[in-house]
């Protein structure tokens, strides 16, 4: 099969996405089948082409969000270049710029269209309105949503209970929908995988004594994913137990606010902020730590609780569907509702024997599950659907045009 990936954003940018989209390239080669990339150029604005790798960059323009870029150029040699590939099935892993283009290219030489809904944008808007037209602006969000995912693609595909109840209850979708959750190379995070000297090294590196007690948050540091709720946390743990800290690694635009909040919580010793790391070092730091922790509400699934999970890290996650397709409370993570219960969560797993080693050795049990074989034959299963079902609707379309001349002739 000859498969034309079109997303947003690709290699050098680093996010969850990316990491998602690498796994799922690799693992439909791995299975035989011939995959492209079609992005946006992060570098530059220029028409590149990597034949070796099978990657299509495009004009992209800045957005001002992170490092992401959009497009609405798309070159006639881009054009021709995919019309090259013959390609049997197209997934969007984007509604915008890049995701348009995919509608067009699928809609002209008739072929599939799978995309994949990866972020609940509702939750992203004030990025953009600063908190302006609140109520228009989400029901612009909707109206495009189903507008791009209804109206334009063959088959929809959603990581968690959550977006498909987004879909089915809220915006009414009439279309499948396959729940599909995303996988990553589960592997990479393995300890036996990685050096146990470079592992203590990081520790050293970090001042983390053989006491501390390591809570560790990875991941974006903006408004959507409430850091802010995990410091204000910290500051009672530390009164509970000074050797709890709260290792924060990621980048974003609310930095600066959360380690002046942390200062003035007295926090310097407390809360570390790392910044963001390189994509090799991320799995060192889940093995610096004992648990991982997250409040965030926006997700549509949270790859960064798998990736705990393959590194015998007990997630502790706020209530919220978009983590319970991974986690099971009691068996293999622990979930909170309140700051209250959060502290709980935390204390129980210092002073409890033995329920973190049973948390810990469930949840690498459970990675294992999210693998790149098992998401991209999942994923694949999907694409045959939607070449049987644009081939149906081919004969029905054909078979329409001959009763009409029939009809139209008597």
Known sequence: MRIGIFTETYTPYISGLVTSELMLKKGLEKLGHEVYVVTANLESFKYEYDEKEKVLRIPGIKTGIYDSRLTSVY??????????WKLDVIHSQTEFAIGTFARIIAKQYNIPLVHTYHTMYEDYIYYITKGYFKKSSKKLV???????CETTATELIVPTTKTYRLFKDKYD????????????????????????????????HLNLSKKDFVLLFVGRLAEEKNVEFLIQAEKILKEKN???????????PDREKYEQFSNSLGLQKNCLFVGKAKWDEIPYYYHVANVFVTASITETQGLTVIEAMASNLTPVCIEDLAFHSMVTDGLNGLFFHNQKEFIECILRLTTEKGLLQKLNNQARIASTQYNAEFYSQKVLEVYKRAIATKKAENRFGLFSKIAKKFHGGN
Request: proline fraction near 3%; glycine fraction near 4%.
């Open 75 to 84: 070159p006639i040699q881009a054009v021709k270049k995919i019309k090259s």
């Open 142 to 148: 909707e109206y495009f949503t189903k507008f791009y």
């Open 242 to 252: 000074k050797n709890i800290k709260l290792l924060i690694v990621g980048d974003g």
């Open 173 to 204: 979708f009439k279309k499948n929908i396959n729940i599909i959750p995303t996988g990553i190379e589960v592997e990479r995070f393995f300890k036996e995988n990685l050096n146990q000297k470079d592992i203590n090294n990081l520790r050293k």
